[in-house]
């Protein structure tokens, strides 16, 4: 019934389109976080849906109807903002409370809603309390909780941890996680965080310039990644991207180096050559590259390796933090030649 | 160390009284004039009080003078307040709606509409008085609390200063106020109101000073002794050339009139500052 789909959303300000036909079907009880860089229309996508935009072309349903037309109250929507947007007058209890009087509930069931919700997040204690009186963490948690008394069928959170602190953010992150998978409710995330989307999501939308790169489960996003951007967004440290040629069964990079492919392709194909850090190890293999070390950053656990090419191209490397580096030394990474990603140099689309 | 404070503290507080005496020795001269007979204050004012005060003051609120027409200073003040309050309470409600919709919504000439409220700033009411005055007596309203009041209260300031107090107001609020259904007018009520109670409290202040000092617009708009404001009712008993002017009873009516808005600045004082206190943003 929390179903949510998207048919070619389009939204322009006059003359300037800002996203360009997104489409995507959200299931009941899923979890999909929008991320990308700012700018990218992510935010925008996530108003309309909320209704505080108006769309300007396309379709969006929730539960099965367009609501294109459709005022955010009688959406059954719920959004949790950025900067919380708690009512600085009004106690929490009020806060939380005042959705629900609105739609004129019986005193007692927005007291126990109210109640119910408190206790899921914990604050009971604070039901008194004006806002200025909270924490960060704890309005977060206050503003979570206007979401859920209203017993919506979609959540909608705009990057609602940007706020909070490092430590809390992950605290609050696996804590949002939790209640969405014990609420079962449809929910959709925006973030500019690719950590943060990749832990919390059951399914991304990359979004680059209004457009949707790509939309799929975080792993599938990170093992096959259909664009250059999406490959350099997801993952940190970020994917190394080497222009190359490709030959029949290998690219040659600019460098000289030459690496073997599993499968065939077009020869003299100018092509991107994408390979994560954490893929390259020290030493020989079937595909190998020589690096001159720049610095090497030991971080106890890894060691982030900073090389140059004989082209002078940056490469990363994410090795085991036993493994030692001198900067000036010379350095042989290999990587298996299953786990290279070639893109279209034109394009950027995957081959 | 401590005689050195003392010293160093000694020199502004000395200052500070010197101000004090200089603005509060005319208003203890006033109320020591209304404590003696005309005939005291002719033969050269004593400094201290007299023991005249009940009886002038009694004279002055329920007996009326001559000058002014047998009316009593008691109904003056009423005339006075009802015409401060509805003049504070009128201007803070339209500009407050003006205010709002010139935020909050979005309509065609929008922007137009602020500046030609803005550009009225510009315009003091004696520069609009005579055709205000035509439009009064042409609409039946002279002589009437209507048409003493109902000319004051568009005011551009306190539209401007709602107008920048709500810009403050985070759009995400609005927003939020939008997904828990609450309509415009309930948003106004419910949280931009609450939100502007200290803002309220010092435009109540000062407008209500404003409006009980109207001097020149009673002036022109009231005939009837009945419908005669406090101030206007002091400059009529300073009697001019042969008149007789009972400065005992004029003094006494002074401080009268200084009364209520002392009051209404000392119990809004505490609002205000309760306001600023529990502000936040």
Not at chain 1, 104 to 127: D, K
Not at chain 2, 209 to 228: A, C, D, E, R, V
């Amino acid at each position: 019934m929390g179903e949510v789909t998207l048919r070619a959303v389009r939204k322009s300000y006059g003359a300037t389109e800002v996203v360009h036909g997104v489409s995507c079907d959200i299931a009941d009880g899923e979890l999909v976080v929008i991320v990308g860089p700012s700018g990218c229309g992510k935010s925008t996508l996530l108003r309309m849906v909320a209704g505080l935009e108006e769309i300007t072309a396309g379709e969006i349903l929730i539960g099965g109807k367009v609501v294109n037309a459709v005022e955010p109250k009688d959406r059954d929507i719920a959004m949790v903002f950025q900067n919380y947007a708690l009512y600085p007058h009004m106690t929490v209890r009020d806060n939380m409370a005042y959705g629900l009087k609105i739609r004129r509930l019986a005193r007692a069931e927005v007291e126990a809603r109210v109640r119910r919700a408190a206790g899921i997040l914990q604050i009971e204690a604070l039901l008194d309390r004006k806002p200025r009186q909270l924490s960060g963490g704890q309005r977060q948690r206050v503003a979570m909780g206007r979401a859920i008394v209203r017993d919506p069928q979609v959540f909608l959170f705009d990057e609602p941890l940007s706020n909070l602190d490092a430590q809390l953010r992950v605290q609050m992150r696996v804590e949002i996680r939790r209640l969405q998978q014990s609420l079962g409710t449809t929910s959709i995330y925006v973030t500019h965080d690719q950590v943060e989307a990749m832990t919390l999501a059951d399914r991304l939308i990359v979004m680059r310039g209004g457009v949707a790169e790509q939309i799929g489960p975080p792993l599938l996003l990170y093992e096959r990644p259909a664009t250059v951007f999406v490959a350099a967004f997801i993952g940190s440290p970020a994917m190394n991207l080497l222009p190359a040629v490709a030959s029949e069964d290998a690219v040659v990079l600019a460098g000289g180096a030459r690496l073997p492919l599993p499968a065939g392709l077009a020869a003299d194909r100018p092509v991107t050559l994408g390979i994560r850090p954490e893929h390259l190890v020290a030493g020989d293999g079937p595909a190998t590259i020589e690096v001159r070390v720049e610095l090497a950053e030991m971080l106890g656990a890894d060691t982030i390796l900073h090389g140059r090419l004989g082209d002078g191209s940056l490469l990363q490397a994410r090795l085991p933090g036993a493994e030692r580096a001198q900067p000036g030394e010379r350095m042989r990474l290999a990587v298996d030649p299953r786990q290279l990603h070639v893109f279209d140099r034109e394009s950027g689309k995957r081959i | 160390m401590e005689r050195r404070r003392a010293a160093q503290d000694l020199l502004p507080h000395l200052i500070l009284w010197g101000g004090i005496a200089i603005v509060a020795f005319p208003i203890y001269m006033t109320f020591v004039a209304s404590s003696l007979t005309q005939e005291d204050i002719l033969a050269g004012m004593p400094l201290l009080p007299g023991p005249h005060l009940v009886a002038n003051y009694r004279e002055a609120l329920f007996r009326g003078v001559v000058a002014t027409s047998g009316i009593s200073v008691l109904r003056m003040l009423w005339n006075s307040l009802v015409m401060a309050l509805i003049i504070a309470v009128g201007k803070i409600f339209i500009s407050l709606l003006s205010a709002y919709a010139v935020v909050f919504f979005r309509f065609p000439l929008r922007m137009t509409v602020f500046w030609m409220i803005f550009v009225t700033l510009m315009l003091p009411v004696e520069v609009r008085i005579v055709p205000t005055y035509q439009v009064v007596a042409e609409l039946g309203m002279i002589d009437s609390m209507a048409g003493l009041t109902i000319p004051l209260i568009a005011s551009a300031t306190a539209t401007l200063l709602f107008r920048q107090f709500f810009l403050t107001i985070p759009d995400e609020l609005v927003e939020a106020a939008k997904i828990d259904g609450a309509g415009p007018l309930r948003f106004l009520v419910d949280t931009v109101v609450p939100l502007s109670r200290t803002n309220l409290a010092a435009l109540f202040v000062i407008l209500f000073i404003y409006g009980w000092n109207q001097f020149l617009w009673p002036l022109l708009i009231t005939n009837s002794p009945k419908m005669t404001t406090i101030v206007i009712g002091l400059t009529q008993m300073i009697g001019l050339g042969e008149g007789r002017t009972d400065w005992d009873i004029v003094m006494a009516t002074t401080l009268l009139a200084m009364l209520p808005p002392a009051l209404i600045v000392l119990l809004m004082q505490r609002w205000f500052v309760k306001g600023l206190v529990e502000s936040e943003k």
